[in-house]
């Protein structure tokens, strides 16, 4: 039994293709914030992201969180929330068993609040990097503390990458904990964008997907090699990991090519899966 996979949007930022992309033309994008939403007829109904929120607004009014929404300027009405993205789909918030989140920055878990019961998962290391933040030491990290719901630590499941039975070594992606020991659904390590940076690898009905995160931001990234801008290093946690990781995503695409490789804010892999959510 496999995975079916909707893919979708909870609005966007704009940026850079300049910083995107080393040796671009400075032109502004839009940097859409894309979830997973994965229904199996076992495991039920799990989220990779939750993408942005109306609460982004509220939690960045006052400083230091206004930072955040200076530099990256946010475009997201409320029907873009993942939690209304299910109900559109047919699906219940309260059905959620589990929300994978990649990483901490605020538009992959601003819409944490919604989902009532489930259990949160990511890496220890990346909940490790940011627990303990707050104000300015928060933002500089891309994390807004008071998007996390109130019980966030009690409902959350940390893997241990050293230690769990449930890793598993791949020759080209190395560590990956397998989510449900049935090889169906499993995550990867892929730190330096941010600590502790996870991505997930799965079978769904037409092949396999790997939901990349922020690992590339668009596709030439991992397909060319093609770094971003030097000026990002600022806010990554490793460069040297991070391009240990998207060298790693390349040789996966390389030796995989009909794996469906989903980078989080990348706009053609968006339009090539789900072109019906993007206003042109
Ligand atoms: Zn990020």
């Not at 918030?93 to 989140?101: L, W």
């Not at 909940?127 to 996390?148: D, H, Q, T």
């Not at 039975?165 to 995550?187: C, P, Q």
Request: aromatic share 12%; charged share 25%.
């Amino acid at each position: 039994m496999t995975w079916r996979l909707h893919f979708t949007h909870t609005g966007y930022c704009t940026s850079n293709r300049a910083d995107v992309l080393q040796g671009e033309k400075r032109e502004k994008i839009r940097f859409y914030a894309t979830i997973g939403i994965l229904v199996h007829p076992n495991h039920g109904l799990v989220l990779f992201d939750v993408g942005y929120h109306d609460q982004f607004y509220e939690q960045t009014k006052t400083f230091p969180y206004s930072i955040y929404s200076k530099i990256t300027p946010v475009f997201h009405s409320p029907e873009e929330n993942a939690k209304s993205r299910l109900e559109a789909l047919g699906y219940s918030a309260e059905d959620v068993s589990i929300v994978v989140v990649s990483h901490f920055h605020a538009d992959h878990i601003a819409g944490l609040i919604d989902f009532p019961n489930a259990k949160f998962i990511c890496d220890s290391n990346a909940w490790r990097s940011i627990r303990s933040k707050r104000g300015i030491w928060a933002v500089k990290r891309g994390f807004i503390p008071a998007l996390l719901p109130a019980d966030f630590e009690h409902r959350l499941e940390l893997i241990d990458f050293e230690k769990s039975t449930a890793v598993k070594h791949h020759k080209i992606l190395k560590r990956e904990y397998d989510l449900f020991n049935d090889g169906s659904f499993m995550i990867s390590e892929l730190p330096g964008h941010a600590s502790g940076q996870i991505g997930a690898r799965i079978q769904i009905n037409s092949g396999e997907v790997f939901l990349i995160a922020d690992a590339a931001w668009v596709r030439e990234n991992y397909i060319e090699m093609k770094l971003p801008s030097q000026i990002v290093k600022l806010f990554f946690s490793s460069w040297v990991e991070f391009k240990k990781s998207l060298e790693r995503v390349h040789r996966y695409h390389n030796e995989h090519p009909s794996t469906v490789v989903i980078p989080c804010h990348c706009f053609s892999t968006l339009m090539e899966l789900n072109r019906d959510s993007v206003e042109l």
